[in-house]
């Protein structure tokens, strides 16, 4: 499976905000012809009346730790953000979260690739 770059994170980060744009891969934005490996190209997901979740669990486990659930920020242009709640990160380790819009009509489609986190333990 593919991941994006590792965020470092401390148990008990609340911060960094993540922003996501998220994008069909089989349709082309406006003005561009489709490119399947640039990103660039491809058409933004219009979120409206939709849902976006971070879902988050350790490597190599199966059990969801932690569901986010996120503010779209530009629906038509498939931007959204995700706050950490405090409680997220408890326990160091490393972690890989997935990202799934769930349209108005109950459609879920997830992005194929991880988010990876590495938690180290905090000071205090």
């Known amino acids: 499976m593919a ?10 980060d609340t911060l960094p905000q993540l922003n996501f744009t ?19 190209t491809w058409e933004a997901v219009n979120l409206t009346s939709g849902t976006v979740r ?5 490597v190599g486990q199966t ?10 920020t530009s629906a038509a242009n498939g931007q959204c953000a995700i706050n950490f709640p405090s409680g997220t990160w408890t326990a160091a380790g490393t972690f890989e979260g997935e990202l799934e819009y769930t ?13 990876k986190f590495k938690v180290r333990e905090d000071f205090d």
């Open 63 to 72: 059990t969801v730790l932690s569901t986010i659930t996120a503010t779209l």
């Open 103 to 115: 349209t108005s009509g109950g459609g879920i489609q997830t992005v194929q690739d991880f988010i």
């Open 22 to 40: 998220l994008k069909d891969s089989n349709s082309a934005a406006s003005g561009f012809t489709l490119d399947a490996d640039d990103s660039s």
């Open 3 to 12: 991941y994006s770059d590792t965020l470092k994170l401390v148990v008990g």
């Open 54 to 58: 971070l879902r988050i669990r350790e």
